[in-house]
């Protein structure tokens, strides 16, 4: 199986300040990377699908990057509502797996 | 709209068999693939296995001799069973769509499910 790993295990950061969470797959998945943002009392939410393309209704303010092993989802001018959890999930092989999650806080 | 939702007893005893349905509207089962995850504290997010969009199916290894998933397509409807649970087991249980790959567009609300006596 595929094993993801995700850093910084949680953060804080302030009202319009840039944060950037990491995602590393155990093998190359060729960009079948999605990053989720989830809510508490709620289901995760897709944001970037293929590493870097962003998800319907989603905002411009997220962004993916990343290739081969290493994924990055980047959130410029943090808001209010991005506080939560935010997951990343490789589709390249069976298996799915799922990254341990990274907690997003204010600051 | 892509809609997701599942139901269930919320409360299994252990050693007895789970059975969850999941309701989907918005798309066709006979066009995309839906999924069974699972979110547990000791796991985390976990994968449990697919009905792919032809009616085949697929499993995690580490549930395959516990999990069967169906479906009734004239009825929008998909179907986990689960059997010999155990206090692990505990926790909420998804039914979800991908469209991207193996990568899941949208998720059903969830269901808590409770292994206790």
């Known amino acids: 199986d595929i094993q993801m790993t995700q850093s910084p295990h949680s953060l804080s950061a302030s009202l319009g300040e840039t944060v950037s969470i990491e995602c590393l797959a155990s093998e190359g998945i060729s960009n079948y990377l999605a990053w989720y943002q989830q809510k508490p009392g709620k289901s995760p939410q897709l944001l970037i699908y293929y590493a870097s393309s962003l998800h319907d209704g989603v905002p411009s303010r997220f962004s993916g990057s990343g290739s081969g092993t290493q994924y990055s989802l980047k959130i410029s001018n943090m808001q209010p509502e991005d506080e939560g959890l935010y997951y990343c999930?490789?589709?390249?092989?069976?298996?799915?797996?799922f990254g341990p999650g990274t907690k997003l806080e204010i600051k | 709209q892509v809609q997701l939702k599942e139901s269930g007893p919320g409360l299994v005893q252990p050693s007895q068999t789970l059975s969850l349905t999941c309701t989907v509207s918005?798309?066709?089962?006979?066009?995309?693939?839906v999924h069974w995850v699972r979110q547990t504290p000791g796991k985390g997010l976990e994968w449990m296995g697919v009905i792919w969009n032809g009616g085949n199916t697929d499993y995690n290894s580490a549930l395959k001799s516990r999990l069967s998933i169906s479906r009734d397509t004239s009825k929008s409807q998909l179907f986990l069973t689960m059997n010999s649970l155990q206090t692990e087991d505990t926790g909420i249980y998804y039914c979800s769509r991908n469209d991207y790959g193996g990568l899941i567009d949208y998720w059903g609300q969830g269901t808590l499910v409770t292994v206790s006596s």
């Open positions: 999930q490789q589709g390249y092989k069976y298996p799915i797996t």
């Open positions: 918005g798309f066709s089962l006979t066009s995309y693939n």
